[in-house]
């Protein structure tokens, strides 16, 4: 086999697909506003909408470090998190979250403005949201979990409030799914190391969204300078943790 003739042929193969790619990268972007979050059928490769939108992340505490060396102790595993996911997600259904993705121990969910029933701004949906989900683990999912002499699931929530680019990326015929693109859904993640178990955290732009009656439930958090300011003032960028009573009901 002659594989001089072969390496020459795949180098040629390559030089033309990285053409075909710079000229999709130079090209316009077919990235339109929006006013839904759209499915995956909706969006081609490449493609992608711009919307207003509260972003949340979901992040089960201590996944890694339970017991999953087993066939039974991998089973009931699966059990758990079966009956997690089925229900957190009926939740964030129920509030008009769009549930994007899930990351194997966690969730993100979109709540875009003027969802739900009344409609609401996506972050008071996502606040009411994660709320119902710590009731709804305490009161009706672990019970389950420690009747089965398993670790009840800890959970902690991130939410923060922008633009976002919901695009879809990938392969054709292969891998591929919508990714959010944008500074609110990069840092929505990023700020999830501040909560500890049980906690909410959420940045400035959402909170000032929130209704005023609610504003008594929030503490700002005090950290180290973080460099995450405000790009027309450079005003530090302010995050807070709920302290609400909602821990006293479960």
Known sequence: MNY???EKAYWEAQKQRIENLRQ????????????VV????????????????????IDICGFSSRPME?????????????????????????????????????????????EGNPPENG?????????????????????????????PIDFRVSIDY????????????????NVAIGTTANF???????????EIVIGDSAKNLLPAGWTNSWAELILEPSGWTYTATGAPYRLYKYIGRWKNFL
Do not use: W
Not at 24 to 35: F, M, V
Not at 38 to 57: Q, T, Y
């Open 38 to 57: 759209p499915a995956d059928e909706d969006l081609s490769i490449g493609d992608g909408r711009r919307l207003k939108m509260a972003v949340m992340f």
């Open 4 to 6: 001089d003739a072969l």
């Open 123 to 151: 972050p008071k949906r996502a606040v009411a949201c994660a709320l119902t989900m710590f009731a709804a683990t305490n009161h009706l999912i672990n019970p389950i979990i420690q009747a089965s002499n398993a670790k």
């Open 70 to 114: 087993t066939s039974e102790e991998q089973d009931l595993m699966l059990r758990i998190l079966n009956l997690y996911f089925t229900e957190m997600i009926r939740i964030a259904e129920e509030y008009g979250g769009n549930v994007e993705k899930n990351t194997g121990d966690g969730l993100l969910i979109y709540f875009n403005d003027n």
């Open 188 to 198: 929505a993640s990023k700020v999830m190391r501040f909560a500890q178990a049980g």
């Open 162 to 177: 922008g633009s976002v680019t919901v695009a879809r990326i990938g392969a054709p015929r292969r891998f591929n799914a």
């Open 24 to 35: 999709k990268i130079s090209g316009r972007p077919s990235i339109g506003d929006g006013r």
